[in-house]
């Protein structure tokens, strides 16, 4: 197993579409509040505008190995490249007025720790108690005796899900992928041709 967490393995496993997610599009996010890196508490049904939550599983740390068979999981890989990709394109997010969270079960004090070291210009928010699994449906799943999230990307506008990326492949690519529906959606909400679903 590769130990360079910025690189992602050339024979990674492509998830698949388990629907999981298919049920997340056009339902409003649930009122809860999140403890965040900075030490606020964000609710994230509350926030006006257009928000980017990448859901992951968990970042690798220099120096504490992954759960074995880390790589082999479809979909587990990759968080920090994921990361850092929304980080490099966190400015081109902002100019389509789009706020980015990312969002894994982690303790907040371990997120802070990648946050700092991987220069993150925005915040990462935990969900310890799996909240979100129970309350909107998050798809999760088991390894080492750790239940955690499967990789998905919400597209929230003032409360409402209006797009959903599930599955997330090559997760290094996040960013790349959710710009281009912005892009294209800001379009089509130009021309006034955008589907009902995907506005506020």
């Not at 706020?99 to 935990?126: C, N, W």
Request: charged share 20%; hydrophobic share 40%; glycine share 8%.
């Amino acid at each position: 197993m590769s130990t360079n967490f910025l690189e992602l393995p050339k024979d990674l496993p492509r998830p698949v579409d388990d629907g999981a997610a298919s049920h997340l599009h056009g339902i409003n996010f649930p009122r809860l509040a999140l403890p965040a890196t900075n030490g606020a508490n964000v609710e994230l049904a509350a926030m006006s505008g257009r928000l980017v939550i990448y859901v992951y599983p968990m970042t690798g740390r220099p120096g504490v190995p992954l759960p074995d068979g880390w790589d082999s999981i479809p979909g587990a890989r990759g968080c920090t490249p994921q990361s850092c990709n929304f980080r490099d394109h966190y400015s081109e997010l902002q100019s389509l007025n789009t706020s980015v969270f990312g969002l894994s079960a982690q303790a907040s004090e371990y997120q802070k720790e990648a946050r700092d070291r991987l220069h993150l210009p925005f915040e990462l928010l935990s969900d310890r108690g799996l909240r979100l699994k129970q309350l909107l449906g998050l798809p999760t799943f088991t390894v080492a005796d750790n239940e955690l999230y499967k990789r998905v990307m919400l597209v929230v506008d003032n409360g409402r899900i209006q797009k959903v990326f599930y599955p997330v492949f090559p997760p290094d690519q996040s960013a790349n992928e959710v710009l281009a529906w912005l892009r294209q959606n800001a379009q089509l909400d130009a021309a006034g041709d955008a589907p009902k679903s995907a506005r506020p």
